[in-house]
């Protein structure tokens, strides 16, 4: 839980605070990530810390919140700018989505999300969970469903289109995860991940 006090704050300290939070847990993983190194890097107060997030679980939480808010921000404009056709935008999506991770200046801090605490991502309230029902989650699903263009799925309800969002990102999980763990080629990583949005789009059965 994040206190209403950090989300008050200016937005260069905010930034401050994110920054170095970011770097050190990017630098070790989760168990081995040091407070004390957070707020001597933030120039804050060890007490300001507790106020904000109250242990180091909320904070790496918020991490990962805050920058999966702004994948899923993509894959909305994506949508809008392919007219809520979903295949096409799902293929973008996972383009600059790869492109992102392993790009990114937060690379390090991706990888140990990966590979250390990967829960945070795909648990029952992980940010890529369906069942994850947070406010702006609710708020980002309802725009999705929105422009998504229902006439040519299968699909009979949003739900269901929801939970096949969420059946390929646990797939694509595993294809990135699969390469931080055995070093892949961006490259094959992409290829995979199309062949995986292709298969199940449109399954892997031939056409007769």
Known sequence: MISPTFQNLKEDKKD????????EFAARPFNEASITNIVKN?????????????????????LVSYLYTKHREDLI????????????SLLEFYDK???????????AFYKNTFRYVNHYLIGDEGVLSVQNQSTNREEQRKQFMTIVKMDDLKANSSQEV??????????????VLDGFVNNLPINEIKD????????LYYGIKKDV
Not at 16 to 23: F, G, M, N, V
Not at 97 to 107: M, Q, T, W
């Open 16 to 23: 401050r605070i994110i920054d170095a939070a970011l770097a």
């Open 42 to 62: 933030a120039d804050i107060s060890r007490g300001s810390f507790y106020q904000y997030f109250g242990n180091k679980e909320n904070i790496y939480k918020y």
């Open 77 to 88: 404009h994506i949508l809008i700018e392919n007219d809520g056709e979903l295949y096409p």
């Open 97 to 107: 989505y790869i492109d992102d991770l392993f790009n990114s200046k937060y690379f």
């Open 162 to 175: 929801l939970e096949y969002i969420y059946f390929l990102v646990n797939t694509i999980h595993y294809m």
């Open 192 to 199: 995979r991940s199309t062949r995986a949005v292709d298969w």
